[in-house]
């Protein structure tokens, strides 16, 4: 694809390219492959494992599910192009909250690394911290979450999903964005329910990620509104 100069927005991969080494030390083929490579693995394991929880949870919780797709339907009815809703985003936050994707490692002699799912459990900072409740990152004035709550840690520690400090994600504001727009579609386009009534297995499993013991199994129906369009 040809682009203008006004167009080309540089990207880490570019910066890797760019580099400038004498030739006997220009060996950086491999290191731009390892890197890109854990740059895309790591996005794409991490979006893919928190949409799954998520929609374990809407399953889950289908009165949730609901008020969801009402809000969706809202914005959808109104013509906006930006979805804005406020439960949308707090999903994704108590998601985060109750399931972060990371865990933690101690190798021997290594640094003590934080617990990060414990943060976020901690019974003296969240109410009914295991059960999963997105209203908690409402605030009185119906604010979504994301505006409230300090998700990179700058002001207070009370959930640590992306990391804090110089250390944090530096691509979490996409991360949200797509998650909503995930999630906003499949809502929209399907109501979900559990598999001959069978409650959902919330168990953890830990891999790459913290995925689900037991992945999600559930029916889907197009919704009205998904018919009509």
């Known amino acids: 694809m040809n682009q203008s100069p006004d167009e080309f927005v540089a990207s880490y991969v570019d910066a890797l390219l760019d580099m400038q080494l004498p030739d006997e030390k220009r060996k950086v083929e491999e290191g731009e492959r390892v890197s890109a490579r854990s740059l895309l693995m790591q996005a794409r394991t991490n979006t893919s494992t928190t949409l799954q929880w998520i929609m374990a949870n809407l399953v889950k919780y289908p009165h949730i599910q609901?008020?969801?797709?009402?809000?969706?339907?809202?914005?959808?009815?109104?013509?906006?192009?930006?979805?804005?809703?406020d439960l949308l985003k707090a999903v994704i936050l108590e998601e985060l909250r109750r399931h972060p994707p990371g865990h933690f490692v101690v190798p021997k002699n290594g640094s003590v690394n934080f617990m990060v799912a414990e943060i976020g459990w901690d019974a003296?900072?969240?109410?009914?911290?295991?059960?999963?409740?997105p209203e908690r990152f409402l605030n009185d004035n119906n604010t979504n979450g994301i505006e409230v709550f300090d998700v990179t840690g700058s002001r207070e520690v009370k959930m640590m999903p992306f990391g804090v400090g110089m250390r944090i994600y530096p691509w979490y504001r996409l991360a949200m964005l797509h998650l909503e727009y995930f999630v906003a579609n499949l809502v929209w386009d399907f109501k979900w329910t559990t598999v001959d009534k069978d409650d959902v297995d919330l168990s953890e499993k830990q891999e790459f990620t913290v995925t689900m013991k037991n992945p999600l199994e559930a029916h889907r129906t197009p919704t009205e509104k998904a018919r009509d369009s």
């Open 66 to 85: 609901e008020k969801l797709f009402e809000e969706i339907q809202g914005v959808v009815d109104a013509g906006e192009e930006e979805i804005k809703e």
């Open 124 to 133: 003296k900072v969240w109410e009914d911290p295991m059960m999963f409740k």
